[in-house]
C-alpha cells in the first residue's frame, strides 16, 4: 500500500527501457534477439491510474461530481490500455485484483476509509450550496491511447482531494471478465501485491503498478518493476508508423546489488520508519544490526507483510486449500463480497467483516448505507446460515457514522425468516417489473432501487425527498445547482443497488456450492436477481442519463408503489409467524 519516498529515493537507480514498438518490422527496437516484454499488471493499481488519467482530461468547466469518469468510460480506458500494450508486442501474462487481504492490513484499511471521509467533510464543507451547473453540457474527451499513457497532465484543481467513485475496481473486473481478456483476470485468495512477485520471481515478469511496495518484495534475479505513471507512449523508430511504450524500470535484485545490500526490505523499512531519512544513512542502518528489541520485533512484523501469499497464509491445512478452491471457482465475485464469501468459509472465523465502499454522500447526514441494511442483513444471514460453523457468527460493517469510520454489528436472520424476506422481495420484484415492462432493463433496476429508497424513508417516518429530486436522480436534468441533497439520495440509490448486487453474487455462490438445490423461494429470487445489468449500465454518471434519458416517469406514482409495497408486505408478513428481518445494532466495535 506504499512506503513513502521509497520510489523517490531509488528511481534514480531505475533504467529507461523500451517495453515495446507498434511496427514489428521496426529495425531499431525489434533486433532479432530482443524477446518480447512479459508483463503482469496490478489490478488495482490499473483502476485506479486510468480513473486519475480520464479524470484529469475532464473540461475545467464541469463541477467535481460531474467530472467523475463513469463506469463506462473506465471500462473502455481499460480496454484501450490493454489493447495498446499488445499492439506494441508487450505480453500480458495476468492481472491480479485483492480477494481477501490479510488481517494486519485492517489498521490501514480503516485508516484509508476515515482519509476518503475527511476529504469528504472539506470538499462539503467548501462546497456547501453545491456545485454550480452548466447550462450546455460540455463534450467531454473520449479516452485515446495519449490520454491513458498521458501521466504528466494533472488533475484540475476543481476535482483534487474528491473522493474517487466507490466501485471503480469491481467495474474494471467486471469489463475484463467479458472481453478477450477474461481468460488472463483473477481475483485471488490474497494480496494482488504477493501473485504479481511470484509472477515476476518465477517467470521474469514485469510488474505495472502504482505501488512502491512492489520493490519489497523477493522478485528473484529477473523480475522488475515499472510504475503506471512512468510508461510513456511516443513516436520514433525507423518510420513514421512506429510508436513505442517505454519507461522507467526498476530491477530490485540489481539496484540493491549496486548499494551493496543483499535485498530492498530492510532498506524499505528504515525508510518507513524516518521518511526524512537520506538514501545513504538509510543503506548504513540498513547493514547494522539491530540490538532494540522494539526495532527488532517492528523489522520482523515488517518483513511478514512481505512474505508469499500472505492472504492465506494466516490459514493453514485443509481451510487453505479450500480457500484456493473456492477463489477458483468464483472469479465472478467483485473484491468486498469475495472477502466476506471466504471469511465465511473458514472454520476458525466466528467474526466476519465486510468494509463496504466509500460512497459520496451527505457527511451531515445518515450514512447513505442504511437504506439498504434490510437487504444486506439477508444476504449475509444466507452466507452463515449456508456455512454453519461455527453455529453463532456475526458480521461487522465498516462504514460512516456521522464523521467517524466504525464497525457496526449487523443482525442475522434465521432461515426461515431468509425464506420469508426471499418470498417478499421476489413478489416486489415481478410487481415491479410488471408495472414498467416498457422500460429497458437497467432502468427498470434503477426503479426498483429508487423504490426501495423511498420505502426505507416511508418506513422510517422521514420525509421523503422532493420530486424534482427524484427527477434529477432518474434523468439527470436538474436546475442551475446541483445540491448536496441530490448527491445524498444518489448515493443511497447506488448504495441500494450495490446491496442487490451483494446479494445475487451470494445466491449464485450458494446455488454453485448447492448444484442449484435451493429453496424455491432462494431460486425465485436468484433468478430474477440474474438480469441485473453490469455497474456500467446501472449505475450511469450524471451526464449519460441526460443523453440517454426519454422516457417519463411518473414520480408520485412511483412513491404510491413504495407505499403500497410496504403494505403489501405487511399482508403478507402476518400470513405467516413473523420474525422482523434483524436490524443494525447499536453497539460500536472499533
Known amino acids: ?347 476458525s472465523v466466528d467474526l466476519l467483516h465486510m468494509y463496504l465502499p466509500f460512497v459520496i454522500e451527505d457527511p451531515t447526514r445518515a450514512s447513505a448505507w442504511e437504506a439498504s441494511l434490510a437487504l444486506r442483513s439477508f444476504a449475509y444471514s444466507l452466507l452463515i446460515n449456508f456455512n454453519s460453523h461455527p453455529p453463532e457468527r456475526t458480521v461487522h460493517e465498516y462504514s460512516r457514522r456521522g464523521y467517524r469510520i466504525i464497525a457496526t454489528e449487523v443482525g442475522i436472520m434465521s432461515c426461515q425468516a431468509c425464506a420469508e424476506y426471499a418470498e417478499m422481495f421476489s413478489l416486489r420484484l415481478v410487481r415491479l417489473k410488471e408495472a414498467y415492462c416498457d422500460m429497458p432493463e437497467a432502468k427498470v433496476w434503477r426503479v426498483i432501487g429508487l423504490i426501495e429508497v423511498c420505502r426505507w424513508y416511508t418506513e422510517n417516518e422521514r420525509t421523503l425527498p422532493s420530486i424534482q429530486a427524484l427527477r434529477t436522480l432518474m434523468t439527470g436534468t436538474a436546475g442551475r445547482s446541483l445540491l448536496w441533497g441530490n448527491i445524498h439520495l444518489s448515493a443511497q440509490h447506488q448504495a441500494t443497488l450495490y446491496a442487490l448486487r451483494i446479494a445475487q453474487q451470494i445466491l449464485r455462490h450458494i446455488s454453485a456450492e448447492m448444484f442449484g438445490d435451493m429453496s424455491t423461494q432462494l431460486q425465485g429470487l436468484k433468478n430474477m436477481l440474474e438480469s441485473l445489468p453490469c455497474l456500467a449500465e446501472l449505475l450511469p454518471s450524471r451526464l449519460e442519463l441526460l443523453k440517454s434519458s426519454s422516457d417519463v416517469l411518473d414520480m408520485e406514482q412511483l412513491i404510491d408503489f413504495a407505499k403500497g409495497s410496504i403494505k403489501s408486505d405487511n399482508d403478507i408478513a402476518t400470513e405467516h409467524s413473523q420474525e422482523d428481518p434483524a436490524m443494525i445494532t447499536d453497539r460500536e466495535t472499533r
Open 1 to 347: 500500500m506504499g512506503i513513502p519516498r521509497l520510489t523517490a529515493h531509488l528511481q534514480p537507480y531505475g533504467v529507461a527501457s523500451i517495453l515495446g514498438c507498434s511496427t514489428q518490422i521496426c529495425q531499431v527496437h525489434n533486433s532479432q534477439d530482443k524477446t518480447p516484454t512479459r508483463v503482469v499488471v496490478d489490478g488495482p493499481s490499473l483502476a485506479f491510474y486510468l480513473y486519475y488519467r480520464l479524470l484529469a482530461c475532464k473540461p475545467t468547466s464541469l463541477n467535481a461530481v460531474d467530472a467523475a469518469p463513469s463506469y463506462a468510460e473506465l471500462g473502455r480506458a481499460t480496454l484501450l490500455f490493454l489493447d495498446e500494450l499488445q499492439r506494441h508486442t508487450v505480453m500480458i501474462d495476468k492481472i491480479y485484483f485483492d480477494g481477501l487481504l490479510p488481517l494486519q492490513k485492517r489498521p490501514t484499511r480503516v485508516s484509508r476509509l476515515e482519509s476518503s471521509l475527511k476529504q469528504l467533510v472539506y470538499f462539503q464543507s467548501v462546497h456547501a450550496t453545491g456545485f454550480v451547473l452548466q447550462k450546455k453540457t460540455s463534450e467531454t474527451t473520449a479516452a485515446t491511447a495519449s490520454v491513458v499513457f498521458d501521466a504528466l497532465k494533472p488533475v484540475g484543481a476543481h476535482s483534487q482531494g474528491f473522493p474517487a467513485m466507490p466501485f471503480l475496481v469491481a467495474a474494471v473486473i467486471e469489463t475484463l471478465s467479458n472481453s478477450q481478456y477474461k481468460n488472463i483476470v483473477e481475483v485471488i485468495a490474497g494480496e494482488a501485491d504477493s501473485h504479481c512477485a511470484k509472477a515476476a520471481r518465477e517467470r521474469g515478469d514485469m510488474i505495472l503498478t502504482s505501488d512502491s511496495d512492489m520493490l519489497v518484495y523477493d522478485l528473484g534475479s529477473r523480475g522488475a518493476v515499472a510504475f503506471l505513471k512512468e510508461l510513456e507512449l511516443q513516436l520514433g523508430g525507423d518510420t513514421d508508423r512506429c510508436s513505442v511504450i517505454q519507461a522507467q524500470v526498476l530491477t530490485p535484485r540489481e539496484i540493491a546489488d549496486r548499494l551493496g545490500l543483499n535485498g530492498l526490505l530492510r532498506l524499505a523499512f528504515e525508510i518507513r520508519e524516518d521518511s526524512s531519512v537520506t538514501l545513504q544513512e538509510a543503506m548504513r542502518r540498513s547493514k547494522c544490526d539491530i540490538t532494540s528489541s522494539t526495532r527488532s520485533e517492528s523489522l520482523s512484523t515488517f518483513s511478514k507483510e512481505y512474505a508469499e501469499e500472505i492472504g492465506i497464509s494466516q490459514i493453514s491445512g485443509p481451510q487453505s486449500s479450500k480457500i484456493r478452491t473456492t477463489m477458483a471457482k468464483r472469479q465472478h465475485l467483485d473484491p468486498r463480497i469475495s472477502e466476506v464469501v471466504l471469511q465465511a468459509s473458514i472454520k
